[in-house]
T-cell receptor
Framework: GEDVEQSLFLSVREGDSSVINCTYT??????LYWYKQEPGAGLQLLTY?????DMKQDQRLTVLLNKKDKHLSLRIADTQTGDSAIYFC?????????????FGSGTRLSIRP | EADIYQTPRYLVIGTGKKITLECSQT?????MYWYQQDPGMELHLIHY???????EKGDLSSESTVSRIRTEHFPLTLESARPSHTSQYLC???????????FGNGTRLTVT
């Protein structure tokens, strides 16, 4: 079945760039998403990319999609303490209205001073 | 601002009690979902609905039940709470199966 994988932890120094990686298995994915979850809260949609795009940039966030390798990454420029959170990669497999979004296990990003 | 609301935010309850977690959305979304998440852990889909009078069990077996009598409302009920039900419960909605999910802030349930 479909699967989405992420590394569990990432630690970066404040001011550096963070790169969070994700791999997925379903080649028919339509949209791929990045969500952010702060402690004790729900998930907040950060950005998403359509499967026919290679890159999307939104202020400090850059999403890169390598469809051939089924690899998605989220780059956060100038990482700040407020970026500390768990980041979930997700994909929507296929075009069916019955499709369900599949989430990775989340990457916990911690910021060092 | 939140367009999907969950109440209560926190709930501590004794074993054997019946509880209902509320979820409402004002976006007119047909699709709604319940996820269970232990702190800092992955999400597990326990129930979903594609519209009024439609409910399905998710990927993780759960003793909870749901109902969808109105588009905007998707409550989750536990008939007899147990300590193993202690977790965070997240409600979400989407316009379609491939649209982004909008999440509520969750209900953190503790069963003593």
């Amino acid at each position: 079945g479909e699967d989405v994988e992420q590394s569990l932890f990432l630690s970066v120094r404040e001011g550096d760039s963070s790169v969070i990686n994700c791999t997925y298995t379903d080649s028919s994915s339509t949209y791929l998403y990045w969500y952010k979850q702060e402690p004790g809260a729900g998930l907040q949609l950060l950005t998403y990319i359509f499967s026919n795009m290679d890159m999307k940039q939104d202020q400090r966030l850059t999403v890169l999609l390598n469809k051939k390798d089924k690899h998605l990454s989220l780059r956060i420029a100038d990482t700040q303490t407020g970026d500390s959170a768990i980041y979930f990669c997700a994909e929507s497999p296929g075009y069916s209205s019955a499709s369900k979004i599949i989430f990775g296990s989340g990457t916990r990003l911690s910021i060092r001073p | 601002e939140a367009d999907i609301y969950q109440t209560p935010r926190y709930l501590v309850i004794g074993t054997g009690k019946k509880i209902t977690l509320e979820c409402s959305q004002t976006m007119g979304h047909d699709k709604m979902y319940w996820y269970q998440q232990d702190p800092g852990m992955e999400l597990h889909l326990i129930h979903y609905s594609y519209g009024v009078n439609s409910t399905e069990k998710g990927d993780l077996s759960s003793e909870s039940t749901v109902s969808r009598i109105r588009t905007e409302h998707f409550p989750l009920t536990l008939e007899s709470a147990r300590p193993s039900h202690t977790s965070q419960y997240l409600c979400a909605s989407s316009e379609s199966g491939i649209s982004p999910l909008h999440f509520g802030n969750g209900t953190r349930l503790t069963v003593t």
